[in-house]
T-cell receptor, first 114, second 114 residues
Framework: GAGVSQSPRYKVAKRGQDVALRCDPI?????LFWYQQALGQGPEFLTY????????KSGLPSDRFFAERPEGSVSTLKIQRTQQEDSAVYLC????????????FGPGTRLLVL | AQSVTQLDSQVPVFEEAPVELRCNYS??????LFWYVQYPNQGLQLLLK??????LVKGINGFEAEFNKSQTSFHLRKPSVHISDTAEYFC????????????FGAGTRLFVKA
């Protein structure tokens, strides 16, 4: 079956530009996570959705970062007024149940801010 | 709060040799423990997880890990590695008392040489 997909796979943005990153989770998965992975580092938690409810956004680094999942399936991570320090790979993961034990990851979106 | 330390950033090893990738964690509450693998240009994939019960956990591709509560460790082992095991390996931890955040280590690059 289809796994988690993310688009675009690569994004180059000029500093100050707004970007939107899309995640299509596995169909029927209740939980959805966003992570930021800097070069040479492990993923860092950004935010968590249970269906359409954003239950934890404590990892979002600033108010320039915003995530939504309005219908409980596709999610969008939006970064406003991008800065060079936002350059990273943004990973999306989904999980079947509220127990979240096994997360299935997408391939990521590599964002480069110039 | 939890934290994860992967003690080796890179581990070179010859094909068919045994390998151990070390992981220590810190947490004030009980945790679930995970190992993920990331092959080049692919998303993270779950290798194995410890939720409860037997402290020796077997995963995919011949990997296993042992949970040691007294030493707060969860080292990953494989008795005989293959060239195809070359990848980045991430240890991760999450509270088992209802939290949503998964905390990842910085990763260990396993490089298998012929």
């Amino acid at each position: 079956g289809a796994g988690v997909s993310q688009s675009p796979r690569y994004k180059v943005a000029k500093r100050g530009q707004d970007v939107a990153l899309r995640c299509d989770p596995i169909s029927g998965h209740v939980s959805l996570f966003w992570y930021q992975q800097a070069l040479g580092q492990g993923p860092e938690f950004l935010t968590y959705f249970q269906n359409e409810a954003q239950l934890d956004k404590s990892g979002l680094p600033s108010d320039r970062f915003f995530a939504e999942r309005p219908e409980g399936s596709v999610s969008t991570l939006k970064i406003q007024r991008t800065q060079q320090e936002d350059s990273a790979v943004y990973l999306c993961a989904s999980s079947m149940d509220r127990g979240q034990e096994t997360q299935y990851f997408g391939p990521g979106t590599r964002l480069l801010v110039l | 709060a939890q934290s994860v330390t992967q003690l080796d950033s890179q581990v070179p090893v010859f094909e068919e040799a045994p390998v151990e990738l070390r992981c220590n964690y810190s947490s004030s509450v009980s945790v679930y423990l995970f190992w993920y693998v990331q092959y080049p240009n692919q998303g993270l994939q779950l290798l194995l997880k410890y939720l409860s019960g037997s402290t020796l956990v077997k995963g995919i591709n011949g990997f296993e890990a042992e949970f040691n509560k007294s030493q707060t460790s969860f080292h990953l082992r494989k008795p005989s590695v293959h060239i195809s095991d070359t990848a980045e390996y991430f240890c991760a931890v999450r509270s088992n008392t209802g939290g949503f955040k998964t905390i990842f280590g910085a990763g260990t690059r396993l490089f298998v040489k012929a």
